[in-house]
């Protein structure tokens, strides 16, 4: 996974993993999976309203990134319900695709034209034979690229960025009138107050884990990392809409949610009695609702880990152990360079806080190896940072410029072979500490969500309290239970476990 992180918290939080049609696969295989290449998949299960004549509207949805491009697909996806679309699992058999894109990979918009070049094609191909295709772009690419894309693409007729996704239905409709749109600004609404709510059987086809997003956009404004342009300042969602759509999922049999944002944790907003709330008052609150019993979060900033959310990690059973908790790197210096606001003893001392709260919280972390002006000492730095944290897991790239962000023009850029040795020494130590998690977590007793079937008819698939999948005898009960085991063994990229009696 040798890649270019414009922001490295962003594949994570964001992560890795594979795109995925309006109906999201689990949220946790965006931590267990690190396959950034995603292919094309959707996975059609929403119900079509019926159109008149008795035809539905087909849709193909593509998202690449992270967990809030999957969320904002899915929210996509339920007002594309609303107007009449059925989902589709392949391109051929759809009259609209709409492509959810991430900005963090390299050349991540060389590659949207590219496969905007092969729409054209089909279009092409559509309207000799009578028929059309239409075309929308959405996300981060879509926000950084805005009109350009209508110029270098004539093959899309909708452009819409992160923040006007509840325009989407409207933006469609004036496209079928001919107009060619662009919908890129901020506007001070909530897009999400535009988005119709997920229907019941929309959720329970996604599964007994959900995402919600509970906040968007970044202040913080790190040298390496284009999210403060592409989905703008922090935004919080306010609590009632929040609780509001936490009991929906719960209603529909959701077990699990894991709370979004670009950073989480600066999530604020005016609680009971009209008190300034923070995340760890949110999850106190959400934790209350009957039916949600597992609650994680991601991603954080070390610099907005405070004092209640520390307390909701020692006091809640509810709040699942385990953080993903981004440092970058382990040298004051390059964290200076990259604006991140912290030192490295000050995230030492933050994770020491964290572990005497609950000892037995897992870390995850990201890290850029290779950024400008980045010497040996430096990287050392950072290995010694790794060695003394003991992560059970973590997302590493190679540093590699973002137009747009002030990394780009720094001095000192870091020669392609030094990034590439400093990655495979950095993977190395992260992959023997994995391994080294995972082993200890043999003879554990732990509580599984069971959440999937397995590979084989009479397995099914649940995750640990530590995010791990965990393979268990389909007899132990049915998806949404949660069951007591004991973990018998590690396999490569996932444990087993048996009944405890
Ligand atoms: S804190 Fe904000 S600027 Fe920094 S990496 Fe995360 S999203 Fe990007």
Known sequence: ??????????????????????????????????????????APVVEAAAQPGGQSKKVFVKTYGCQMNVYDSERMGDALTRDGYESVDSVEAADLVLINTCHIREKAAEKVYSQLGRLAKLKKQRNAEGGDLMVAVAGCVAQAEGSEILRRAPVVDVVIGPQTYHLLPEALNRARRGERVVETDFPAEDKFDGLPAAPEKSIRARGVAAFLTVQEGCDKFCTFCVVPYTRGAEVSRPVDRIILEAERLASAGVREITLLGQNVNAWHGKGAGDREWGLGELVRRLAQINGIERIRYTTSHPRDMDEALIAAHRDLPELMPYLHLPVQSGSDRILKAMNRRHTAADYLRLVERIRAARPDIALSGDFIVGFPGETDADFEDTMRLIAEVNYAAAFSFKYSIRPGTPGAGMEDQVD????????????????????????????????????????????????????????VDAKLGEIGDIVRVRITQPGTSSLFAEVVE
Not at 9 to 27: D, I
Not at 417 to 425: C, F, G, P, T
Not at 434 to 447: I, L, P
């Open 416 to 471: 392609e072979a030094v990034k590439s040795e400093r990655l495979a020494r950095l993977q190395d130590l992260i992959a023997q500490q994995t391994r080294a998690f995972g082993r200890d977590c043999v003879g554990k007793v732990v509580d599984l969500l069971l959440e999937k079937p397995g590979r084989n008819t009479d397995q099914l698939i649940g995750r640990s309290p530590w995010l791990q999948p965990v393979i």
């Open 1 to 42: 996974m040798a890649s270019t992180p414009h922001c490295a918290e962003h594949l994570n939080a964001e992560s890795p993993f594979s795109s995925q049609g309006f109906t999201a696969k689990s949220p946790r295989m965006t931590q267990a999976l690190l396959t950034p290449d995603a292919k094309l998949a959707a």
